[in-house]
């Protein structure tokens, strides 16, 4: 089993992001989680705001998901390849003047969980930004979606927050904003 | 199915006050546990589309050379079990060698560089390696506190393999006296954790009358132990 009796490394520590990351970090083909055009894709929008309710014109936004058969282009996927092809799975927008994000993409299909069960469709979020000092890990849930009631994630969350995990639909997609105190705090996971 | 390991006491806290723009921007409430399931041990492999041949030398690119002392940058991108993480994108962005972003935002009244931009990518090597050359970037005053200046440092940022091994980051030059005084590099509160932000001098890195050498390795989570007792889980 372990192949290697090294004594475990101790792991770089996380820093900020700082504010001057967008002429470094930001791609022109960042917030295409898919192709402008892939049947189904839609726009996720939304705004960053600071404890004082104003929002973070300096951060950045990053997604992790599955393609619409809830499948990961990755090799720890145990199911095999993905047959979306120009599927990404990851998407990057950095936050505008006004602390607003956008990304195109496609709903994910649900999830195994190993052991029984599904996860209900969601995205994996990151968020950076100046003043944080480690990432922030969120997700984002559809509104419209049933498998929510059953998601064992979701259904941890104490009912009077839980709201902060799912998105509005909006005239183009869907609308997620983040919140990183005061009383809408958006949920932020430990991993 | 892999899960990574925590690594908690070599991160600085989510809440550090003394880094004066964390106040109104920290989440106040704990974290949540998020299991790690398909969507967090798994995570983008960004690798070849997205770097060119020439993007790990951020001296070129411009009409000219750009203005401070060439270096070399380089080193390893491994994870806590000691593996090199190899095929993996490094991102690299910095001032230029007077302190200076090129980014609207930055007000310094340092000169800009027209022959420095300042952003750099490269992937790892089968071993993990990574190099980039560049020039010693300028400490720069930001007023988080009476005459704050930050130590000159280099922004990495890394994906490993994995959604739990996000990484950015900062390499600092050794012996910087500004770390003293900066909230940001002394937020982490393991000495052994903050010396390891520090890139060591280096004279075989050093290319003789050409540039000064540093290497820095970079550590991603390592691999939880595969638990003995599940033998169904080759599904």
Known sequence: ?191 | MPTYRQDTASHPPVRFPEYRSNVPRAPHRPFVLLPQRLGEITGPLLGEGRVGPNDNDLTLGHDGEPQGQRIIVSGRVLDGDGRPVAGTLVEAWQANAAGRYRHDADRHPAPLDPNFTGVGRTITDADGRYSFTTIHPGAYPWRNHDNAWRPAHIHFSLFGTAFTQRLITQMYFPGDPLFAQDPIFNSVRDPKAREAMVARFDLDTTVSEWALGYQWDIVLRGKNPTPLEEEDDDE
């Open chain 1, 1 to 191: 089993m372990s192949e290697l009796q090294v004594k475990p490394l101790q792991t770089t520590p996380s820093q900020t992001v700082g504010p001057f990351f967008s002429f470094g970090l930001v791609w022109e083909d960042g917030p295409y989680v898919v192709p402008e055009g892939t049947p189904g894709a839609f726009r996720i929008e939304g705004t960053v705001f600071d404890g004082a309710g104003v929002p973070v014109p300096d951060a950045v936004i990053e997604t992790w998901q599955a393609d619409q058969d809830g499948r990961f282009d990755h090799p720890d996927d145990p199911r095999g390849p993905v047959r979306w092809k120009d599927f990404r799975g990851f998407g990057r927008s950095a936050t505008d003047p006004v602390g607003g994000y956008s990304l195109l993409t496609v709903k994910p299909g649900p999830l195994p969980v190993i052991g029984g069960g599904l996860e209900a469709p969601h995205l994996n979020v990151s968020v950076f930004s100046r003043g944080m000092l480690v990432r922030l890990v969120t997700r984002i849930y559809f509104p419209d979606e049933e498998a929510n009631t059953a998601d064992p994630v979701l259904t941890s969350i104490d009912p009077a927050r839980r709201a902060t995990l799912v998105a509005e639909s909006a005239p183009h997609g869907y609308r997620f904003d983040i919140h990183l105190q005061g009383e809408h705090e958006t949920v932020f996971f430990d991993l």
